[in-house]
Structure formats: structure tokens, C-alpha cells
């Protein structure tokens, strides 16, 4: 059988990063390719080099044996490539009906023609034995059902290859059955499949072939003949050698944070954080280990008083702290660096001495009263440029002019006071320099070794590795197993958060 | 359940009050509810204007500028050429040309479009102030023209069927509108715009020219109803001429839910409410200053707007410029 896609040599440089470095992968009709890779692997770039949405620097890719040209999107849709996103690009008010011809409509004259729409939409979702209600209209459906309209909308253009972006990212593990069930019976009936993951078990129960992409480069192909779910994990995470963090042994005190039974909604209502219980002592830093999504953004926000509390509590020195109020929290003791430092964590367009005393700016020494002390706060914010090395020509300077490094150094400087009880540190080294890794990683160690309680939420193992005392890995909403960094293995803990029984 | 809404409700005293009116005194209450389908048609179209943008995604609160400088030109073309349907090409011209310069700020430039709107205002209400000269007269306005047969009916007949092409043509539009955004392939995709436009464009349907299309053709009704309001309804023109009616149809855009029969409906019980009073203070029913009946469509709109605020729910990506996932 021939190629439907060919990709030979594939290069793609963004400043800073080599997102693809000389990648080749085929595809053949009626076959299943996965690709995995965590995020930053460059797994998106590539689908977009297929689709014509970035330029490469170096290879070529065939679809059915023609090349595709950069920007000719319309041209590679018309090859019968078709995607299903990880965002859905359905119209929440509209009908499935609606969503599904939209932009190819049955037509009588002007008119759309209703009657064989529906009959359309019928007739596909028979095809392919994809239930749906025609009529239903989208915000109502379920998460799964809306994907269910989304492939529906990609099959009805004649797809030949179908690239489906980590599309059971937000299904619930009995939709993900039903969906790899689905994607099994279109490969049958001859349609070539890539599916864009990370999650080992999908690949296992379904893919005839796996590219296992890390930092921009092809690992290799296996197969889930060859390989099994460890295998795979070690290929994805790699065995790069672990920044070495100097730091002495942890002297943990009292508990400072605790969690106990915590339950918490994501964005869409569901259940994510699903009855945690934590403790963190003074003097420790507790890391949180797990693939993203897995329920710790929402255990962070709502220990920070950012998200609604279900069922559960948060301590702090043994007292409950408020739910939904960030700032009583805050004032409870504990100090967040937040996930997103642009929309959490800074002001963008306020001065970094302003930034530098955010969580602070209406307290001595900072204020008087109603009335602020700008020079206390310009003294302190020079102060703090030159210990955290913020790399800026002024104080004065508006925080959006500063790098990505030199602004989580804002956010942390703010955020490590001296009488730091708790801190809650999620993601902190997310897309900055190693430079300033390395000076946040001592930061932390610091305030460790002052006696704050530091609880650190990262998806790059390597960083929970060599930062902390004790790994609580993190699965489907539980913690799924709290073990001492001392014996703690790379590949039980991948295995872990992959959600394998140990 | 679902037809006894709020609005509804109102829409169904107003009916009853005015059979009522009619069994009481039938020619009055006729000539009454004439007057008020005539106040509210120029309204209506004024509310299609908006609503044909922002189902796109697109807010327009240029409509009292693009009203006030198409009624503006309407009567000054006319004046000068003695012509008055070179007055109604050239409104009809001009409010396509503001349609598409909102188009270029905020599709293009994908400048915040409320300020691109006040640009329309601000430019507005600066150019006919300035180019106004006193004392100028149109050679007549767009006569009435009585249908036949259906003029004869009773109250339906003076109050639908006894007006000026204009306002005919007008209540075309606002139907065709209806049923073109609601069972067309380009009300489909224009909707989808305005809701989501990441479906529609990887649906292939362009974003950009569709909002060009419909703010420009927006634009071109805006026009229409400037020259309703001044070659056929008032026959003049003034400074300051619209008197806020373009935003009083954002008022009856959201009240009548962006559905063009919604904001018609809505239109309606605004010019039953101006009509009623009126002919009040002509009955001398009730004795107050003129002034305060001039004021009651102000405050009907802040009411209106009061009961609909936050109930309604606008086209989800109105306002907001498209971009494309940045590669």
C-alpha cells in the first residue's frame, strides 16, 4: 500500500528552541501511528508543518504522494486530511446538524436544505456507528458526545488520514474506551490514523506503530508488540541526566500545610481532585509528581483560595484556612507562585517595584494608613533587583518588559519573605532559562532550609526529583502513592503517573 | 412555558390595551397606531443594522452616526439635485462606506470597537454640523402610496398599508433579514462567526470577508433608514436630526434578543408607547409639558435595557477582532 503521508527530514527552529530536528514518520492507510512525547516534545509543530501553518526549515511532506506547499492549508484539507482538535471548534448554540455541515451546506437554492442535512448527519453517523442526536444542540451534550460531532465533522469530508490531537484529554475513562473502539473501526475500514498522546495505555490498546518524539527529536519507533508501557514511558521521559540540586538533608518540623480530604471541580464541572490528603512539614519540600491534567492545577488553585472547595480542608499551623478567598489565605500563610505568571502572577503593565510588593502594598512599611509609601517600596524593590539578579535597567520599568525568567524571578522574590510559612510552587520553572532554573531551584532550597513548608507542583520529573524530600505522585484526581525521594525510582514513578498499578 | 417571557408578556397587554382602545373608540386608536408603526419602522431598521453586525461578531455603536450623516446626505442631495432618488443612492452609498470603514478598524485594524464606533459618532455628528446650511428644502417627500384593496381594511389597512415605498421597502428588509439569518447557508455561517469563529474558519468559511460583507450591507440599511427619517417621515433635516435613535435600536437590538423580529416587536411597543402619549397630550387628557413626552423614549430604553440586562445572551464572540492560532 502507498504512503498517504510521507515526511522525510522534517526541521523546524522557533528562537530558542529546536522544536523538530529531523523527524521522518510515514503513515499508511488503515494504519494507527501514535505519537508520544510530552508537552514541548514537538508534537503540535509537526501537525502544523502538515497542515501547511508553519514553514519548515529543512524536509519535505507528502500527502498521497503530492508535496505540500506552506500555506496551501485549504489544499492538504482537500487531500482529505482531516483533524479532530483538543479545543473543539464546534458552535456551542448550534445543532449538531448545524455544526456538522456547516461551511459545505446541503443546499435549495439560497436556502439550507434541512431535510437532507439531517438526513446527511444520519447517514455518517450510521457509516461509521457514531451515535448522535441530530437535533441536540451542543452545550448540552456531554464532553464525549461533543468529540463524538467533532470526528463526525471530519469524517463527512472523505478523510483519508485523520490526525486526532490528544483528544482524550477531557474524556472521562469510559468515553476514552469507547473512542479507541471508534478509532480501531475507522483504521479497519481504511482510514489512516495519528494520534497525537501522551498517555501510555491509549498508545498499548491501540496504535500498530509509535514515534516517540522528546525535546524536538525522533527517539524511535516501537511498536506495542515490542515495547510495553515501561518501555515507552523510559523512551518518552528519557534518562537525561538530573540537574544536581546541592542541598542538605531535610529537617522536616511540624506539619504546616495540611490537606485533608480535598474535592474539587475543574473548568467543566467535573470531579478532578478526588479526596486528597496531604501533609507538608516545615522544613520539607513535598513534590507533586503527575501528567498534567491530572487534577493538580485545580488542588493548587484551590488550596490558594482561587477555586471552590467541595468537600475538605486546608490547614495551615492546624487552622482552617478560608475557602474562595485568596487573600484571607494568603495572610493565613500561605505564598503562591502561581502556574501562569502572566495571568496569575504579575501585573503586565505595573512597575516591577509595584509587582514586588503586590501581596503586600497596603501593610507597613509599604503603607500608611490609606496612603502608600512609594519610597519604601522603591528601596525595597532596588534591593531585591540586586539580590535576585533581575536583569532590568530600572526598578521603574513596566514588568511586561522583562524576559520570562527575570519575571518569575519577580513573582518568587515576591513571594519568598523572610517569615515564609507555606509556600505553594506550581510549575515554577515553566519556559524560562536554565540560568534562572537554577537560581529559583536555590531560592526554594533556601526557603526550605529556613523552615517553610514548600509544596512543589511540576510535570517535569526531573525537577521533583532533585528538589524533593518526599514525591506524592499525582493520577486521575489521587494521590496515588507518597514515597521518600531517597528510594524513589524514575521508572516506578513514570510508571505511577502514567496510572499503572505500581 | 417557553413563550411567557417578560417580553412576551408586555407585547400581549400592549395588544389587549390596544383591542381594547379599538372597541372604545376605533378611529382614534387607527390613526394612533399608525402613527406609532411609523415611529417605529425607522427604529426597527436601525436595530437590523446592529443586529446584522453583531451576529457577526462585530459591535456597531456607530448607528446614530451612520444614521445621522446618511439622513444628512440624503436631504442634501436632494436638495441640490431636486432629485430625491439621488438623495436615497447617495444615503445608501454612504452608509455602506461607513459600514466598511468599521469594517477596515475593526476587522482589519482590529481596533476595540467600541471606540471605532465613537470614531463614527464623533465623525458624524463634526461633518454635518459643519457642512449644514440653514434653510435649504427638498422638492417633496417620498409621496404615500396606498395599496389597493388591503388599504381597505379595517385598522390593518391605514396601519400597515397606507405609507411611503420607503417604509414597505423597510419592513422587507427586517422580514428578509428573519428569514435569511435563520434559514440561509449565510445566516448559518454568519452566526457561526459571531459565536465561535474558530469553527467556521476551519469549516472554511472566512472570517474576515464575512464580517466585511455583512458590516458593509449593515452599512447600506443604515443608509435606508437615514433616508426614511428624512425624505419620507420628517421631509428636513437638522442638526443633531437622529436624536439618539441609533441607540435607542441597540436598546431594541438586545431587548429583541438579536432576532430581527424580536427588535421589530420591540420597536413596535416603543412607537405604541410615544403614539399613546402624544395623542394624550393632544386629548389634553393628561396636562404636561411637551418636554416630558419628548424625554419617555429616553427612559423607556434605560427601563428596557433594565428588564433585559443580563438575561440575554449576547453572540458569544461579539466585540472581539479573530485571530487565527498563531502558528
Not at chain 1, 522534517?10 to 488503515?30: E, H, R, Y
Amino acid at each position: 500500500m502507498s504512503d498517504l503521508l510521507e515526511i522525510t527530514g522534517l526541521t523546524k527552529q522557533f528562537p530558542g528552541v529546536l522544536a523538530n530536528d529531523n523527524i521522518s514518520l510515514t503513515v499508511k492507510a488503515g494504519e494507527v501511528v501514535a505519537l508520544l512525547g510530552e508537552n514541548g516534545a514537538g508534537k503540535s509543530t509537526l501537525v502544523k508543518a502538515v497542515f501547511g501553518l508553519i514553514k519548515p526549515d529543512k524536509g519535505q511532506i507528502k500527502i498521497s504522494g503530492n508535496v505540500i506547499e506552506y500555506g496551501d492549508t485549504a489544499g492538504v484539507i482537500a487531500a482529505g486530511v482531516g483533524m479532530v482538535h483538543q479545543h473543539f471548534q464546534l458552535v456551542p448554540v448550534m445543532s449538531v446538524t448545524e455544526n456538522i455541515i456547516l461551511g459545505d451546506e446541503p443546499r435549495r437554492g439560497f436556502f439550507i436544505n434541512r431535510q437532507s442535512s439531517r438526513k446527511q448527519v444520519i447517514e455518517l453517523s450510521k457509516r461509521y456507528g457514531l451515535e448522535v442526536d441530530p437535533d441536540a444542540i451542543i452545550e448540552d451534550l456531554p464532553v464525549g458526545m461533543q468529540q463524538r460531532v467533532e470526528i463526525l465533522k471530519a469524517l463527512r469530508k472523505d478523510v483519508k488520514l485523520l490526525i486526532l490531537d490528544e483528544p482524550t484529554a477531557v474524556l472521562t475513562p469510559q468515553e476514552i474506551d469507547e473512542l479507541l473502539l471508534v478509532i480501531r473501526n475507522l483504521a479497519k475500514s481504511g482510514v489512516g490514523i495519528v494520534l497525537i498522546t501522551h498517555k501510555l495505555h491509549e498508545v498499548m490498546a491501540v496504535a500498530d506503530r509509535v514515534l516517540v518524539l522528546r525535546g524536538g527529536k525522533a527517539i524511535g519507533f516501537t511498536s506495542p508488540k515490542e515495547s510495553d508501557e515501561a518501555g515507552l514511558a523510559q523512551m518518552m521521559v528519557g534518562r537525561s541526566v538530573v540537574l544536581r540540586v546541592d542541598k542538605k538533608p531535610a529537617k522536616p518540623g511540624k506539619a504546616a500545610l495540611e490537606v485533608r480530604g480535598l474535592q474539587v471541580l475543574d473548568d467543566r464541572k467535573l470531579l478532578s481532585v478526588k479526596g486528597v490528603d496531604l501533609t507538608v512539614h516545615s522544613g520539607e519540600i513535598l513534590g507533586v509528581a503527575g501528567v498534567e491534567g491530572n487534577g493538580q492545577r485545580e488542588l493548587v488553585e484551590a488550596i490558594c483560595g482561587m477555586r471552590h472547595r467541595v468537600s475538605g480542608q486546608v490547614l495551615v499551623a492546624g487552622v482552617a484556612t478560608k475557602d474562595m478567598h485568596p487573600h484571607a489565605v494568603h495572610l493565613a500563610g500561605i505564598s503562591h507562585i502561581p502556574e501562569d505568571r502572566e495571568k496569575h502572577g504579575l501585573v503586565a503593565n505595573y512597575s516591577i517595584a509595584d509587582n514586588l510588593v503586590l501581596n503586600q502594598f497596603d501593610q507597613a512599611p509599604f503603607a500608611k494608613g490609606w496612603v502608600r509609601n512609594i519610597s519604601q517600596v522603591n528601596s525595597n524593590a532596588d534591593a531585591v533587583v540586586e539580590k535576585f539578579d533581575i536583569r532590568t535597567p530600572s526598578a521603574q520599568n513596566l514588568a511586561s518588559s522583562l524576559s520570562g525568567g527575570n519575571k518569575q524571578k519577580v513573582v518568587v522574590a515576591r513571594e519568598l519573605s523572610e517569615d515564609l510559612k507555606v509556600l505553594v510552587a506550581a510549575q515554577p520553572t515553566r519556559g524560562i532559562d536554565v540560568g534562572s532554573i537554577e537560581f529559583i531551584h536555590n531560592q526554594l532550597i533556601a526557603a526550605r532550609d529556613r523552615g517553610a513548608a514548600v509544596l512543589l507542583v511540576s510535570a517535569e520529573l526531573d525537577e521533583i526529583l532533585s528538589l524533593s524530600d518526599r514525591i506524592a505522585v499525582m493520577s486521575g484526581g489521587e494521590i496515588v502513592a507518597i514515597v521518600d525521594s531517597k528510594d524513589a525510582d524514575r521508572n516506578y514513578i513514570g510508571r505511577l503517573m502514567a496510572g499503572m498499578k505500581a | 412555558m417557553k413563550y411567557l417571557s417578560k417580553r412576551n408578556l408586555l407585547i400581549v397587554l400592549i395588544a389587549a390595551a390596544t383591542a381594547y382602545f379599538y372597541s372604545k373608540d376605533g378611529s382614534v386608536t387607527t390613526s394612533v397606531v399608525s402613527t406609532a408603526t411609523s415611529f417605529a419602522l425607522p427604529l426597527a431598521l436601525a436595530a437590523m443594522v446592529g443586529i446584522m453586525c453583531e451576529r457577526t461578531g462585530i459591535v456597531n455603536i456607530g448607528i446614530e452616526g451612520t444614521l445621522l450623516t446618511s439622513a444628512f446626505v440624503a436631504f442634501f442631495v436632494s436638495s441640490l439635485t431636486s432629485n430625491i432618488l439621488l438623495g436615497l443612492a447617495a444615503s445608501i452609498a454612504v452608509g455602506s462606506l461607513l459600514g466598511l470603514l468599521l469594517a477596515v478598524m475593526a476587522v482589519t485594524w482590529k481596533m476595540d470597537q467600541i471606540i471605532a464606533g465613537t470614531i463614527i459618532n464623533i465623525l458624524a455628528t463634526g461633518l454635518t454640523s459643519f457642512l449644514y446650511v440653514q434653510g435649504r428644502t427638498i422638492p417633496s417627500t417620498f409621496p404615500e402610496y396606498d395599496i389597493p384593496k388591503l388599504m381597505n381594511l379595517p385598522f390593518f389597512g391605514p396601519v400597515l398599508f397606507m405609507h411611503g415605498p420607503l417604509f414597505y421597502f423597510g419592513l422587507f428588509v427586517i422580514l428578509s433579514l428573519y428569514v435569511a439569518l435563520f434559514k440561509t447557508t449565510w445566516g448559518l455561517r454568519s452566526r457561526a462567526v459571531g459565536e465561535h469563529p474558530s469553527s467556521a474558519d476551519t469549516a472554511g468559511v472566512s472570517v474576515a470577508r464575512l464580517r466585511y460583507i455583512n458590516v458593509a450591507i449593515a452599512g447600506a440599511i443604515g443608509g435606508l433608514t437615514g433616508s426614511f427619517l428624512s425624505l419620507e417621515l420628517v421631509g428636513s433635516f437638522e442638526r443633531g436630526f437622529t436624536a439618539g435613535k441609533g441607540f435607542t435600536a441597540l436598546a431594541l437590538m438586545i431587548f429583541g434578543r438579536w432576532n430581527p423580529l424580536g427588535a421589530l416587536a420591540a420597536a413596535m411597543m416603543f412607537g405604541m408607547t410615544q403614539a399613546y402619549a402624544n395623542q394624550l397630550m393632544i386629548d389634553q387628557v393628561i396636562q404636561i409639558p411637551t418636554q416630558f413626552i419628548g424625554v419617555l423614549p429616553y427612559i423607556l430604553t434605560i427601563i428596557v435595557l433594565a428588564i433585559s440586562a443580563g438575561k440575554v445572551r449576547p453572540p458569544a464572540a461579539e466585540g472581539q477582532p479573530y485571530e487565527k492560532a498563531d502558528a
